[in-house]
Every structure is written in structure tokens, then in C-alpha cells.
């Protein structure tokens, strides 16, 4: 079994920067695709970033392109998220997940269905 932690939320002003991690335990993260997805008060769960299982590929909604980026550290079994230049939008839970199928394609790792690990969530909040 697979157990997913997140961490690094928090309240930010707009323009600032969070690093959510991703800490998998129970099995090494390694050639795992991941994944981060958020959901609002009263929305549905959204796709935010990929990694694919060989870390070749990323992929990332349009809203956060070119401000977010996914990495992995296998040494600490760890999927990073670099968030800069926060905007309001973009406050939410953030969820980590990871698939023990080993996708690459970019409508496998945009859907939620083929992960089978999810995390508990971390809070981001965007405000002044």
C-alpha cells in the first residue's frame, strides 16, 4: 500500500511563491507517474500538473503554465510543486497522487481515474 503526504500549503499574499511536496511511503515513488490536482469551495477537482513515470514528460493546465512546475526527487521518494506568481484563482486543497501504471501520455496523466494514490490534501490560500 501506498501512502501519499502533503505539505507546504499555506496563506500567501498575490505574487508569492508556495513548494507543495509529496512524500510517498510504502513503495518507492520511482517510475510512478504523478500528479497534482486541486478543487475550490464549490468546484469540481481539477488537473494542475504531471509528471510522467519516466520524468520525461510534464504536462500542465493552461491557467498555470509557465508558473508552476512539477519536479520528483527519487533520492527522498518526494514530487515537488513550485508555485510563483500566485493569483487569488489559484486558491484551493491541493491533492498529490501517483499511479502504479506507468503512463506517459498526456490524457492518462490528465485524468484523475488512473491514479490509484491519493493524498489527504493541503491547503493553498491566495489573498492580500
Not at 12 to 17: L, N, R, T, Y
Not at 19 to 44: H, I, N, V
Not at 73 to 84: G, I, S
Amino acid at each position: 500500500q501506498v501512502q501519499l503526504a502533503e505539505s507546504g500549503g499555506g496563506l500567501v499574499q498575490p505574487g508569492g511563491s508556495l513548494r507543495l511536496s509529496c512524500r510517498a511511503s510504502g513503495r518507492t515513488f520511482s517510475g510512478a507517474a504523478a500528479g497534482w490536482f486541486r478543487q475550490a469551495p464549490g468546484e469540481e477537482r481539477e488537473f494542475v500538473a504531471a509528471i510522467s513515470w519516466n520524468d520525461v514528460s510534464t504536462y500542465y493546465t493552461d491557467s498555470v503554465k509557465g508558473r508552476f512546475t512539477i519536479s520528483r526527487d527519487n533520492a527522498k521518494n518526494t514530487v515537488f510543486l513550485q508555485m510563483d506568481s500566485l493569483k487569488p484563482e489559484d486558491t484551493a486543497v491541493y491533492y498529490c497522487a501517483a499511479s502504479s501504471r506507468r503512463y506517459s501520455l498526456e490524457y492518462n496523466l490528465k485524468s484523475g481515474s488512473r491514479y490509484d494514490y491519493w493524498g489527504q490534501g493541503t491547503q493553498v490560500t491566495v489573498s492580500s
